[in-house]
T-cell receptor, first 114, second 116 residues
Framework: GAVVSQHPSWVICKSGTSVKIECRSL??????MFWYRQFPKQSLMLMAT?????????EQGVEKDKFLINHASLTLSTLTVTSAHPEDSSFYIC??????????FGPGTRLLVL | QKEVEQDPGPLSVPEGAIVSLNCTYS??????FMWYRQYSRKGPELLMY????GNKEDGRFTAQVDKSSKYISLFIRDSQPSDSATYLC????????????????FGKGTRLHILP
């Protein structure tokens, strides 16, 4: 099956700093990438949808100025959590699709903001 | 009523037993139904993908969709300790992402423990 990677797998940062998470589709070109957040024992919550070369579409309640998404190529999307605070601590998962296929998920990035 | 309801468990069964995992939903527009397996601290892995009503079998796994009852199931035969994970159901009105509203909706997941 298709492989999606994420980097880093975990990160600890101080409150107020910015953190960048990368999502790469390794063996296919992803026309669309998605960013999810998952709190413990909770469902995956879609944050935003991004298409290569265009602005991301954010879900209601997600601050686009806080969660910056860049989809620079068909194989790479980045999520930057700006001025992170403890309440941003979560498991961030990206997924990618080639258009008419189901989503393939990355392994996730665990963020802990102190 | 939430769009997708899934019992969080945990569900503990002995090795070798048949496992039944279920979800109910309220949106009759859902046409595509998926089951994902998520190990602790990992991203979800697609297990089964079905369209509309009916059954689909893949090895020890069988996915069942009953659109009239808005009820989907995943059966695991001959369960093994390696099947211990969280299983998430997911569904969408369409296969592609041509429309912004056609996003996948996930259940909360059911934690499954297979006891050796």
């Amino acid at each position: 099956g298709a492989v999606v990677s994420q980097h880093p797998s975990w990160v600890i940062c101080k409150s107020g700093t910015s953190v960048k998470i990368e999502c790469r589709s390794l063996d296919f070109q992803a026309t669309t990438m998605f960013w999810y957040r998952q709190f413990p024992k909770q469902s995956l919550m879609l944050m935003a949808t991004s298409n290569e070369g265009s602005k991301a579409t954010y879900e209601q309640g997600v601050e686009k100025d806080k969660f910056l998404i860049n989809h620079a190529s068909l194989t790479l999307s980045t999520l930057t959590v700006t001025s992170a605070h403890p309440e941003d601590s979560s498991f961030y998962i990206c997924s990618a699709t080639a258009g008419l296929e189901t989503q393939y998920f990355g392994p996730g990035t665990r963020l802990l903001v102190l | 009523q939430k769009e997708v309801e899934q019992d969080p468990g945990p569900l503990s069964v002995p090795e070798g037993a048949i496992v039944s995992l279920n979800c109910t939903y309220s949106n009759s527009a859902f046409q595509y139904f998926m089951w994902y397996r998520q190990y602790s601290r990992k991203g979800p892995e697609l297990l089964m993908y079905t369209y509309s009503s009916g059954n689909k079998e893949d090895g020890r796994f069988t996915a069942q969709v009953d659109k009239s009852s808005k009820y989907i199931s995943l059966f695991i035969r001959d369960s093994q300790p390696s099947d211990s994970a969280t299983y998430l159901c997911a569904m969408s009105p369409s296969r592609g992402y041509l429309n912004r509203d056609d996003k996948i909706i996930f259940g909360k997941g059911t934690r499954l423990h297979i006891l050796p």
